[in-house]
């Protein structure tokens, strides 16, 4: 295991611990775990891109900058629409599907690994879909009268 890659996954891990601490002490906010989702999407980009770092730059030169910062502003995206607190679902969506895409992309190579992050993305693209309002609940119905509020028993 070489010195990047040793870092990577530190990183990462750090990151991970960091979203799973900040989603135990915030249970009752709904946003929290698509948030905690969306920052282990970074920790594991981070930790992916340092980790082939060496390799990438050594194989392509300097088109590894666009070639891993693709991915690297696609885990930031998300973040920064959940901190502006506009269209993160739709944000963390598109942001899934282009580093999916990316990594299928690069897939012969080293880019096969952005695979996991882009579905770390789409778990916190599904978790930060909240209910339509005006949507009936499921225990709408179930009043005194059994369901049957506007009709009178004789």
Same mark, same amino acid.
């Given at each position: ?19 799973? !601490? #900040?989603?135990?002490?915030?249970? =009752? ?7 905690? %989702?969306?920052? %282990? ?6 930790? !992916? ?5 060496? =390799? ?9 900058? #666009?070639? $891993? ?24 969506? $598109?942001?899934?599907?282009?580093? %999916? ?16 992050? =882009? $579905?770390? %993305?789409? =778990?916190?693209? !599904? ?28």
């Amino acid at each position: 295991m070489s010195v990047a890659a040793t870092v990577g996954g530190v990183l990462a891990l750090l990151i991970a611990v960091a979203a799973l !601490i #900040y989603l135990s002490r915030r249970r =009752a906010a709904p946003h929290a775990l698509g948030r905690s %989702l969306r920052l %282990l999407a970074l920790g594991v980009t981070l930790g !992916i891109v340092v980790a082939v770092l060496p =390799a990438t730059v050594s194989d392509s030169g300097p088109a590894a900058g #666009y070639l $891993l910062g693709v991915p690297t502003v696609a885990a930031l995206l998300p973040l920064g629409a959940d901190l502006a607190g506009r269209a993160v679902g739709v944000t963390t969506t $598109l942001a899934a599907m282009a580093m %999916l895409t990316w990594g299928l992309l690069l897939g012969l190579g080293d880019g096969v690994y952005l695979v996991i992050p =882009a $579905l770390i %993305l789409g =778990a916190a693209a !599904i978790a930060s879909i909240t209910p339509r309002r005006g949507m009936p609940s499921p225990t709408a119905g179930t009043g005194p009268q059994g369901g049957r509020e506007g009709h009178r028993s004789p």
